[in-house]
């Protein structure tokens, strides 16, 4: 059963425009929430994170939202620029509870940004 | 400022070969643990974490295994590799505090 899904394989945006990687999850046991970035060959990249005690989330070009009724966050890109394709992790932690702070990811978004 | 080290790069091995990733960390004491697995075209699947010395948790049942010699060094291992433990495997920490975890380069496992 996959708790953490992002139903898009792919995204292609042009750069200066917007990019929206979604992500649905299914436990509602998870109250923290990572966006990771990943280029061929190499590990994944902390990007930003959110608390369930929080809606949004900002850094620079980067916000992520939260809703946990839908039990859906999106990751928004503002501009996008062509180093920013690569391929997005969601992933969820259900904290201390039980877990020992385990991640649980979701299967990527590849994001490409055409100049 | 702390960083995570994985060696090799890259590895082939034939089918039957044991294996060994290493993976340690440095400037940080007591970090949790993590080894990951990216087959090809899926996501990132969790195979064992260590939150201490000789403490090791199994996510998954498989013919690999790991261990925590020292606080902070992590091994994977395997005594007889096949076909199907080709992949990218990570090993990320977490520091005390929060639930990021952070990421080595990765080692490309092919088993032939």
């Known amino acids: 059963d996959q708790q953490v899904k992002q139903n898009s394989p792919s995204l292609s945006v042009q750069e200066g425009r917007i990019s929206i990687l979604n992500c649905d999850y299914t436990n509602s046991m998870f109250d923290y929430f990572l966006w990771y970035k990943k280029y061929p060959a190499e590990g994944p990249t902390f990007l930003i994170s959110i608390s369930s005690i929080k809606d949004k989330n900002e850094d620079g070009r980067f916000t992520v939202f939260l809703n946990k009724s839908a039990k859906h966050l999106s990751l928004h890109i503002v501009p996008s620029q062509p180093g920013d394709s690569a391929v997005y992790f969601c992933a969820a932690s259900a904290g201390s509870g039980g877990s020992n702070y385990k991640l649980t990811f979701g299967k990527g978004t590849l994001l490409t940004v055409n100049p | 400022s702390q960083t995570i080290h994985q060696w090799p790069a890259t590895l082939v091995q034939p089918v039957g070969s044991p294996l060994s990733l290493e993976c340690t960390v440095e400037?940080?004491?007591?970090?949790?643990l993590y080894w990951y697995r990216q087959a090809a075209g899926r996501g990132l699947q969790l195979l064992f974490y260590s939150v201490g010395i000789g403490q090791i948790s199994s996510e998954v049942p498989q013919n690999l295994s790991a261990s925590r010699p020292q606080d902070r060094q992590f091994i994977l291992s395997s005594k007889k590799l096949l076909l199907s433990d080709s992949g990218f495997y990570l090993c990320a920490w977490r520091p005390g505090g929060t639930d990021t975890q952070y990421f080595g380069p990765g080692t490309r496992l092919t088993v032939l």
């Open positions: 400037g940080t004491s007591n970090p949790n």
